[in-house]
């Protein structure tokens, strides 16, 4: 059956479609302009995080040849140049970027511009309060994302890892629902999860590997990526067409015994502060190695803590086998509140196995 | 647009008889800058003829004498709508593989 065009809906949708409004107000000549300027908003969002910023982004193209604006602008290399000379970790902070009309680009940072006047003779965007806009002829388009995304022009990644450990968290950790984590506890997927084996980190650190390696698109996932010369991060993620790197840092907390049932480590929240510590430190190392690149750090910490658990135990009770359930941990120093680069630590709580 | 991408293109411009179609490519791919490539391509396989042959699960020639009329017509009924004379083809592709979603959505929504 053919499609037979609603005049009616289309016209709905034209009231409403920015993309319109610019071709109307600017011509084909506008159009042009507009493309340029979304090929670089596409290279800004491969550069900077859109999640983390808190100043705002404008990128114009005067329509024509003219440039409107000529003191104090300094000629930008490439769009990575921008996002590295200007972090935006300030509501006051600004990063203007003119397209020229040969296609190269410059910069301002900080600048008081009247958009609303620019906007007459050139396409205007703005990145502001998690949106993007654009200026038509002094009237501000907010384009709204359906997808819940806070732009059209940059990829979600870290949020999207953020989602998968959340996934990792809910669906594998809690219950062990993973051959390899099974493997990190004692008598495996059948027993009570009462008792790491001793050394579980290797078996956590190819379950999470593996998981997001299926979870993820566009990565590559890297067990023990040195973050620099001795230390080695657990976890390494990039991405392929961006300059992003995570770091993923796992720590587990409760009991491991060994094969004669002696207790061969205790982890209490000590631990999950000194995991803390570390990655920090791995932060700030891979950063100095990969300048250009975002980095960003995320704490896992697989709980099995267990009340009133001793050498030989092979049950517990519900009270005793959940009381850590819901028990957070007070880190100190908060990295993850004073560092924009450091995730909220994600804590993962083990279910113990009752009815055995 | 990758590295090989550009460089395809590159090479594939050279020929004389690809000249008259760089407008309409270039316009067709600029979808992309505004809506994700998922919906775009979502969008393209709602059409009648791909969407028969995803549905039979086989392969069919595309774009018959009765497709091509259809597609005129639609083309037409939109350039009549959008009303503005432009060489540009980027926004009224982009309202058209808008306009194929939104049918589907209330589709979906309707059953």
Avoid at chain 1, 230 to 254: C, M, N, Q
Avoid at chain 2, 52 to 64: E, K, R
């Amino acid at each position: 059956m053919p499609i037979k065009i609603n005049e009616e809906k289309v016209r709905e949708l034209l009231t409403e479609s920015y993309e319109f409004q610019i071709m109307q107000s600017y011509g084909d000549e506008g159009i042009a302009a507009f493309r340029s300027v979304l090929e670089i908003l596409h290279d800004l969002g491969r550069h900077i995080d859109h999640d983390i910023v808190k100043g705002s982004i404008v990128v114009f193209r005067s329509i024509g040849a003219t440039s409107v604006i000529s003191a104090g602008w300094s000629n930008l290399r490439d769009i990575a140049h921008a996002a590295q000379e200007c972090p935006l970790q300030n509501e006051t902070e600004s990063l203007v970027v003119e397209v020229c009309s040969d296609g190269t680009l410059r910069y301002v940072k900080n600048a008081v511009l009247n958009l609303a006047s620019l906007s007459e003779g050139a396409i205007i965007y703005i990145y502001r309060d998690k949106h993007d806009h654009f200026i038509i002829k002094g009237v501000t388009k907010t384009l709204e994302n359906p997808y819940g995304y806070v732009t059209w022009f940059g990829m979600p990644t870290y949020r999207e890892l953020g989602d998968a450990l959340e996934e990792y968290k809910r669906r594998i950790v809690k219950t062990c629902n993973c051959d390899i984590l099974s493997r990190s506890w004692r008598d495996g997927a059948d027993g009570p999860r009462l008792f790491f084996t001793q050394g579980p980190e290797k078996l956590m650190r190819k379950s999470l590997t593996a998981f997001l390696n299926a979870f993820l698109r566009g990565t590559e996932v890297d067990e023990e990526n040195p973050a620099d010369d001795s230390h080695p991060v657990d976890i390494t993620v990039s991405w392929t067409f961006y300059s992003r790197i995570a770091l993923i840092e796992i720590k587990w907390l409760g009991q491991s015994s060994a094969d004669d049932g002696h207790i061969t480590a205790d982890h209490k929240e000590p631990r999950a502060n000194a995991g803390a510590k570390q990655l920090a430190e791995y932060i700030d190392e891979k950063y100095g190695r990969n300048p250009l690149h975002l980095v960003r750090g995320y704490l896992v910490v697989i709980d099995g803590r267990r009340r009133n658990l001793s050498a030989g135990h092979t049950s517990i009770s519900r009270e005793d086998g959940f009381y850590y359930k819901d028990s957070e941990i007070t880190y100190n120093p908060a990295y993850h509140q004073v560092r924009m680069d450091f995730e909220p630590p994600t804590r993962m709580f083990a279910d113990p196995k009752l009815a055995i | 647009m990758t590295g090989p991408g550009k460089k395809e293109y590159e090479v594939l411009r050279k020929f004389s008889q690809n000249k008259n179609r760089e407008l309409f490519i270039e316009g067709a791919c600029s979808t992309t800058l505004v809506m994700p490539v998922g919906v775009v391509r979502k969008a393209i396989t709602l059409g009648p003829e791909i969407r028969g042959a995803v549905q039979l699960g086989q392969s069919t020639l595309l774009l018959g004498e009765g497709e091509v009329k259809d597609i005129y017509q639609q083309f037409s009924t939109l350039s009549s709508v959008i009303g503005v004379d432009t060489t540009e083809i980027m926004i009224p592709a982009i309202v058209w593989l808008t306009y194929m979603c939104e049918q589907e959505l209330g589709t979906n929504n309707a059953n």
